[in-house]
């Protein structure tokens, strides 16, 4: 049985805690900012959210390799859907993206690190 620093989903629990962090900062200076910074990292976050579900389940190798492309579209999709129907500020929107890929990276890390 492993320890609340294993698995994927402590992964992506510190980019959760990150995006909310960085988007009610930047909600303080201008409100449109945080909403910005909150929908870019919400469409980093729910692909990879669904990779870490998807991951658990008990599948051959070459399946994992197919549920990281699906992972690839679906944020690629969402950064789409989100760009052309909501018109999100672009500081706060990449804003948003930045520090959820250095959360992934940083969880990543103190995931490795001794208990």
């Known amino acids: 049985m492993g320890t609340i620093r294993s698995g994927a989903f402590f992964i992506v629990a510190v980019q959760a805690i990150a995006i ?8 303080v200076s201008a409100p449109g900012l945080g909403v910005a910074a909150l929908s870019g ?12 579900w998807a991951s658990t389940r008990r599948k051959p190798g070459i399946w994992l390799l197919v549920k990281g492309v699906v992972k690839f579209v679906l944020t690629a999709l969402l950064m ?10 672009p500081t706060g ?23």
């Open 41 to 52: 990292g919400l469409a980093i976050l729910m692909p990879n959210l669904w990779l870490a």
């Open 20 to 27: 909310g962090l960085v988007a009610a900062m930047l909600a």
């Open 80 to 89: 789409a859907i989100v760009l052309a129907n909501f018109s999100p500020d």
């Open 93 to 115: 929107f990449f804003s948003g993206i930045a520090v959820a890929l250095v959360a992934h990276a940083a969880g990543g890390f103190w995931q490795r690190q001794p208990h």
